[in-house]
């Protein structure tokens, strides 16, 4: 009931236009409050993604275009150089926003990357290391291919029971292995996927893998390409596991280690990372004593919402989650007014 008043009262902000009054009073003020950081994952249309996860298809090409067009209409697109920057004191410009990509698509380089140049913006993009320099398949995509392909209707997966795929949409079955994935501790994710793409029945193999990488998976040449055309880069872990999930003992492999992967690619100094899911680390001392012993300075959440610049915690910083239902009305109200939106 709540989320639904707020959606409404959304919608006749809209309507009534007190988004852009707001965002206009934002970008006209000399001391912004706010920084607006706002997440990606995939940039393409829904028939490029259809064989993977479809769920972190943020954007098509002309939804994103629609984006950064309000971004450069209403705000000041900042650099990640600008936000550090700031945590040692220096001015921001009015409304700032800075633009984020998670994971390391082919389509970030591929569609994304000329949009961002054309509207003179310069994201960062976060780097899941593991996929990338070891030519492997993103562990929610692997799943979702298995699910998509399986010819096994019903079977058992450990710690979660009986599946059964309804062939017209098999999205539930899809998600329901996702949770897993991101809720159990200690979860040999390699071993997991084997054996559910075994029970599946489902045609895995190296070969498959192999094809879906090259057309989806970034290589360290494209990175570097980011990099030369402007482009901020940090680290996503190596194997995109939930922090909370893993061992203290491989906390240091994730963190540290997928830091000096990048490190060793691009030679520069990574000390920013945005956590896989994105659940704050506040409260979690262990968490927090293995990033900064990893290196890190800055650490972004999936805590959707604007990031007040009165009170950071460097490890833990917001940013909007970008839905694929964004509309720019819809977008401008929820970084104009946030407290009205889920």
């Known amino acids: 009931m709540r989320l639904r008043l707020r959606a409404r009262l959304g919608a006749a902000a809209g309507w009534l236009h007190l988004d852009r009054v707001v965002l206009g009073l934002h970008r006209r003020a000399p001391s912004p409050r706010w920084l607006a950081i706002l997440n990606y994952h995939r940039v393409a249309l829904p028939s490029d993604v259809a064989e993977t996860d479809a769920g972190v298809n943020d954007a098509t090409p002309a939804s994103f275009e629609s984006h950064l067009r309000l971004v450069r209409e209403y705000c000041s697109p900042i650099t990640l150089g600008d936000f550090l920057g700031h945590l040692e004191g220096r001015p921001l410009p009015p409304n700032p926003v800075l633009v984020t990509f998670d994971d390391g698509y ?5 569609v994304a ?16 290391t593991h996929y990338v320099g070891g030519r492997r398949l993103y562990w929610w995509d692997r799943i979702s291919w298995i699910v ?26 899809e998600r329901r292995l996702h949770r897993l994935v991101k809720e159990r501790p200690n979860l040999d994710l390699e071993t997991f996927l084997d054996d559910l793409a075994h029970r599946a029945d489902a045609p895995w193999s190296r070969a498959v893998e192999d094809d879906l990488v090259a057309r989806h998976v970034m290589t360290w040449d494209d990175v570097r390409a ?36 990048l490190e060793t690619e691009l ?19 262990v968490l927090r004593h293995a990033l900064e012993a990893a290196g890190y300075r800055l ?22 989650a970008i839905e694929p ?9 929820r970084m104009a007014l946030p407290w009205l939106l889920p």
């Open 106 to 110: 082919r389509d970030n380089v591929d």
């Open 148 to 173: 998509k392909h399986a010819r096994r209707y019903e079977f058992d997966v450990p710690g979660v029971g009986t599946l059964e795929i309804d062939e017209r949409d098999r999205s539930a079955v």
């Open 226 to 261: 980011l990099r030369q055309a402007g482009m901020d880069v940090g680290s996503h872990t190596r194997t995109h596991r939930v922090l909370q999930t893993v061992p203290p003992d491989e906390l240091e492999g994730e963190l540290a280690g997928s830091r000096s992967d």
């Open 299 to 320: 650490g972004l959440t999936y805590d959707t919402g604007r990031q007040s610049l009165r009170a950071i915690d460097p490890l833990d910083v917001r940013r909007f």
């Open 267 to 285: 030679g520069e100094e990574i000390r920013t990372i945005a956590y896989p899911v994105g659940r704050p680390v506040a409260q979690n001392p």
């Open 325 to 333: 239902s964004d509309t720019d009305r819809g977008l401008r109200v």
């Open 113 to 128: 990357l000329p949009i961002l140049q054309r509207y003179g913006v310069r994201a960062v993009f976060f780097i899941a």
